[in-house]
């Protein structure tokens, strides 16, 4: 990664059932509860997410008329001290 700019390694918008995204959701997070770490699959691509050192949960609900969007993103930096508790 050079100065500010971020390098996006893996971006996936796909259509989904409510009952697809919930069980997402459930094994990502059964993962990172017993592992510290799930993998994101697309098109035979694979990517491990393994947040560690200091972390942060930011979910933000947005609505522009009939659209709505909810966003859970998990930021960290590795090495940086242990993980936050979120609650």
């Given at each position: 990664?050079?100065?500010?700019?971020?390098?996006?390694?893996?971006?996936?918008?796909?259509?989904?059932?409510?009952?697809?995204?919930?069980?997402?959701?459930?094994?990502?997070?059964?993962?990172?509860i017993e592992t510290g770490?799930?993998?994101?699959?697309?098109?035979?691509?694979?990517?491990?997410?393994?947040?560690?050192?200091?972390?942060?949960?930011?979910?933000?609900?947005?609505?522009?008329?009939?659209?709505?969007?909810?966003?859970?993103?998990?930021?960290?930096?590795?090495?940086?001290?242990?993980?936050?508790d979120i609650k």
């Open positions: 990664m050079s100065g500010n700019k971020a390098d996006v390694v893996f971006i996936s918008k796909e259509s989904r059932s409510v009952d697809e995204i919930g069980r997402f959701l459930v094994t990502a997070g059964e993962k990172l770490t799930f993998t994101v699959v697309q098109g035979g691509r694979e990517i491990e997410v393994s947040p560690s050192g200091s972390t942060k949960l930011e979910l933000k609900y947005k609505n522009k008329g009939y659209k709505h969007e909810f966003e859970i993103e998990i930021e960290w930096r590795p090495g940086s001290g242990p993980g936050v």
